[in-house]
């Protein structure tokens, strides 16, 4: 089974909608990490949870909400999105600070 | 100071020849420094990485090159086959923001058969 498990693997949404990200890892890892990947740009990170304690980039707009229930789920609570806003969601995950994050495959998010 | 150059933005090689992708960093506290592999439709993956305390590293076809002074590194893929088609994408991590990797903007590597 996939370490790291985004559903849906693609979203479609208006401007006016509300929809969620989901990411679950199999990998008892503690840490859990939310990019943003668009072409020809570097990887955006906009949040991290780790032991519970979130950490975020402060130029992500807050019409993206993060929520960690626990230590192998995440999610990203999309509201109010604008078209620039379409891209690749990647979720990864790692054990500890200096072990190798891996990356779930993506959900392409495509805003109408 | 957060900033990862890569270049180039894409590469073209024939099948047996040397991929080289560079990169340049100017944060002095970055300590770690991962490089990735991405395909088509899935996720990043680690495939090789090194310290500064170290001037090279190998696995297998796949080389990183590290030069502190110079505060560049690059990954050198030997014998490039059609199945290294893929984005390549540096990273580099600092000591103090253990779980933050500033990535590159990746190469778009793309081997002849």
């Known amino acids: 089974e996939t370490g790291v498990t985004q559903t849906p693997r693609h979203l479609v949404m208006g401007m006016t909608n509300k929809k969620s990200l989901k990411c679950e890892q199999h990998?008892?890892?503690?840490?859990m990490y939310w990019y943003k990947q668009s072409a020809k740009k570097p990887l955006e990170l906009m949040f991290v949870y780790s032991l519970e304690e979130r950490v975020e980039n402060n130029s992500v707009p807050s019409r993206f909400s993060p929520e960690c229930p626990n230590s192998s789920h995440l999610f990203l609570h999309l509201h109010t999105l604008q078209p620039e806003d379409s891209a690749l969601y990647l979720c990864?995950?790692?054990?500890?600070?200096?072990?190798?994050?891996?990356f779930g495959d993506g959900t392409r998010l495509s805003i109408l | 100071q957060q900033q990862v150059k890569q270049s180039p933005q894409s590469l073209i090689v024939q099948k047996g020849g040397i991929s080289i992708i560079n990169c340049a960093y100017e944060n002095t506290a970055f300590d770690y420094f991962p490089w990735y592999q991405q395909f088509p439709g899935k996720g990043p993956a680690l495939l090789i990485a090194i310290r500064p305390d170290v001037s090279e590293k190998k696995e297998g076809r796949f080389t990183i090159s590290f030069n502190k002074s110079a505060k560049q590194f690059s990954l050198h893929i030997m014998d490039s086959q059609p199945g290294d088609s893929a984005t390549y994408f540096c990273a580099a991590r600092r000591r103090v923001s253990a779980r933050q990797l500033t990535f590159g903007s990746g190469t778009q590597l793309t081997v002849l058969p």
């Open positions: 990864a995950s790692s054990q500890s600070p200096d072990q190798p994050q891996h």
């Open positions: 990998l008892g890892h503690n840490a």
